[in-house]
């Protein structure tokens, strides 16, 4: 079999692969296609600019390295560049960019660079002297990098954030997509880029608002008449942060208001930073386009901390609080509070008001106490794995069966509630849910959760399996 731009593509990937940590491969490398291969000189394509900036800057070395390996020292690299074209013209283009490292990696001119066919259009409601109005950033400088602790549940956001923070508009990540659960640090970590950015460029405006304030203000133009200056207004800010983006879902007037000024900051090289409780794919009722640019530059998922950063977070309050407390008293929380950070700083602070108001020393027979109040009042999020046993006992199969690829109409439906029940007891993403119920794909737990809701409906039997499976599981 003759050598081909896939082979040589795969050998290249399973080399960088071993060199380089999973969440890096699975951000960078898993996205690029081999697209042809001629004259040792090997194609390959990448979702944006910015992507392949950032391969050029962090990766030539290895991408060097790997494709040398395969096709000898005369080997070159060409990026083909393939996105879609912001305003209206639905042809993507694409632009041939040779590997700018000066070895034997090829040379610095552009290949066929083919422009867009837009040029950018120009914003006729130009207030004068706009650029005169000082905008408040809207900012919380308690938000800052020094205290949000690095732990493994957060360190690619936090890495991107403090990417953004040092180049705004000048990374890969652009818009950074910060999601995960309640009290993960998703709008604390918005903050802290924003506060990194004032110090180190003090001249570039940044806006942090929420998405609900930015949806009313929407509204109030519309009702006022100032639809443009609200956009032009926007179009205005260097950085702009955006919190619970997920809060624009089924509101598509300010969908549509929000794409165009995103895709001005974009073009113009502006930083867009957002958060929301879920990935891209598990948005509903956020329209095609949109979710497009969100996947555009980064999503980095905020997940929950393990107990070495557990123990870190309350260290750090403590210290920031000038506290004492014994290490087994914060082992002891930190053992038992594992949901998100915002409830282990909360238990600290029931902690220490509940010593000071009773003048007690800080036992572990009092933190025994507080704690039992928090676990109580949250409910157990129960695993996808627990899930997936309870169903299977039920239905009297091993997980190994609902898991397989029997299309048999009883495994299927197991299957399809043990999915169901994944998107609806924990926070699980649905491409998170499907890779671990049998290797599945987003759309086949999408697919499942319809298909439950409809026999829900229609099919007696099968809603006694809910209730009783809901029964079990609560």
């Not at 380089?20 to 390959?44: C, G």
């Not at 180190?200 to 006022?224: C, D, G, H, N, W």
Request: glycine share 4%.
């Amino acid at each position: 079999m003759g050598v081909t731009a896939n082979s040589v593509w795969n050998n290249c990937l399973v080399f960088i692969n071993d060199n380089i940590q999973p969440q890096a491969f699975k951000t960078w490398f898993e996205p690029i296609k081999p697209v042809k291969l001629t004259d040792n000189a090997l194609s390959i394509q990448v979702p944006s600019k910015f992507f392949y900036e950032w391969l050029e800057e962090h990766y030539v070395k290895l991408l060097k390295v790997a494709l040398t390996k395969e096709l000898g020292e005369t080997a070159k690299l060409v990026y083909v560049i393939r996105m879609e074209n912001t305003y209206g013209n639905k042809e993507p283009f694409t632009e041939k960019i040779p590997s700018s490292n000066r070895g034997t990696m090829g040379s610095q001119e552009m290949d066929v660079p083919v422009k867009s066919k837009n040029p950018q259009l120009k914003n006729p409601f130009v207030i004068p002297g706009i650029r005169n109005i000082k905008i408040e950033s809207q900012l919380n400088p308690n938000y800052n990098f020094d205290n949000f602790l690095e732990g493994d549940s957060n360190r690619l956001a936090r890495s991107a954030g403090m990417a953004v923070a040092n180049k705004p508009g000048g990374t890969s990540f652009n818009p950074l997509l910060v999601f995960g659960g309640v009290g993960l640090g998703k709008t604390h970590l918005a903050h802290a880029i924003g506060v990194e950015i004032k110090d180190k460029y003090p001249e570039r405006t940044v806006l942090y608002i929420s998405a609900e304030k930015f949806t009313q203000q929407y509204i109030e133009s519309v009702k006022k008449n100032t639809r443009n200056d609200f956009i032009h207004f926007y179009q205005l800010i260097d950085v702009l942060i955006i919190d619970d983006v997920q809060f624009l879902s089924g509101k598509s007037g300010t969908q549509d208001v929000f794409f165009h000024i995103f895709n001005h900051l974009h073009q113009n090289g502006k930083q867009v930073i957002l958060t929301s409780d879920k990935a891209p794919v598990d948005m509903q009722d956020i329209e095609q386009r949109l979710l497009s640019r969100f996947k555009w530059g980064l999503s980095a998922e905020l997940q929950n901390p393990d107990y070495e950063t557990r123990v870190s977070i309350l260290k750090n309050k403590l210290y920031r609080d000038g506290v004492e407390m014994p290490e087994d008293i914060i082992d002891y929380v930190a053992k038992n509070i594992k949901s998100n950070i915002r409830e282990l700083e909360g238990a600290v602070i029931s902690l220490i008001a509940q010593s000071s108001f009773n003048k007690k020393e800080v036992t572990l027979e009092l933190a025994q106490q507080v704690v039992e109040k928090f676990v109580k009042n949250t409910k157990r999020e129960v695993s996808i794995e627990y899930i997936q046993k309870v169903v299977s006992d039920y239905f009297e199969m091993d997980v190994a069966t609902l898991q397989s690829k029997t299309r048999k109409r009883h495994i299927v439906q197991a299957r399809q509630l043990a999915m169901f029940f994944a998107k609806k007891l924990t926070k699980a993403s649905l491409a998170s849910i499907g890779s671990q119920i049998g290797k599945r794909d987003h759309a086949t737990v999408l697919h499942a959760c319809k298909t439950v809701d409809n026999l829900a409906e229609t099919d007696k039997q099968f809603r006694k399996y809910i209730e009783d499976l809901r029964k079990k599981l609560s």
